[in-house]
């Protein structure tokens, strides 16, 4: 099955200053890699997602990239502010079987230092 | 309107008992799942139900087993709970166009 690594595990940045997060992916026919956000005590939320046929996809403050040859695919977040605290999960589809279930990565947490 | 609901939010209960959640949408989805989030944060998927035939079933107890009624709702039941049974449910579903999971807001079972 599909396996998603995800780092780091924990992230500080200044207020203003860029946050990256990294992920990999194993399976090679993996062809949707979504990023949900989850704040404190709420569900997860997807904030972006990027298909294997795009290398970049940006909205607002938020981009995606994805290397489909090293199979590995990056969050980053400009100008951050207080409000993107939360944890961050990258995610890659699960190849087969139909239902389009996602394996997620072990989570980023981000802290805004203000 | 809330896409996806689940019940209980809250759920505390006893080691050995049996409990269920249950989950409804209203996106006209026709694949819904259960996701564990354990206290890491990791988020891992029990069950995938499409059009009420279960797609996935990754390495969960059989005391884990879901329900699906009709397409709109999947329901989890487990049988006798165990400590490590503690942790946040989220049932979602699947908009099939976009690929995007809508999650519920979560089950937080605790097992005494």
């Known amino acids: 099955g599909e396996n998603v690594e995800q780092h780091p595990s924990t992230l500080s940045v200044q207020e203003g200053d860029s946050a990256v997060i990294k992920c990999t992916y194993s399976?090679?026919?993996?062809?949707?890699f979504p990023w949900y956000k989850q704040e404190l005590g709420k569900r997860p939320q997807l904030i972006i997602d990027?298909?294997?046929?795009?290398g970049e996809k940006k909205d607002q403050r938020i981009a995606v990239t994805l290397n489909k040859t090293a199979k590995h695919f990056s969050l980053h977040i400009t100008e951050t502010q207080p409000e993107d605290s939360a944890v961050y999960f990258c995610?890659?589809?699960?190849?087969?079987?139909?239902?389009?279930?996602?394996?997620f990565g072990k989570g980023t947490h981000l802290i805004i230092q203000p | 309107d809330t896409a996806v609901s689940q019940t209980p939010k809250y759920l505390v209960t006893q080691m050995g008992n049996d409990k269920s959640i249950k989950c409804e949408q209203n996106?006209?989805?026709?694949?819904m799942y259960w996701y564990k989030q354990d206290s890491k944060k990791f988020l891992k998927i029990m069950f995938s139900?499409?059009?009420?035939?279960?797609?996935i079933n990754e390495t969960v107890p059989n005391r884990f087993s879901p329900k699906s009624p009709d397409k709109a709702h999947l329901n989890l039941h487990i049988n006798s709970l165990e400590l490590g049974d503690s942790a946040v449910y989220f049932c979602a579903s699947n908009a099939r166009v976009t690929g995007e999971l809508f999650f519920g807001e979560g089950s937080r079972l605790t097992v005494l």
């Open positions: 995610a890659a589809s699960i190849p087969g079987g139909g239902a389009d279930g996602l394996t």
């Open positions: 990027i298909r294997s046929n795009v």
């Open positions: 139900y499409n059009n009420k035939e279960l797609i």
């Open positions: 399976d090679s026919a993996s062809n949707y």
């Open positions: 996106l006209g989805h026709d694949t």
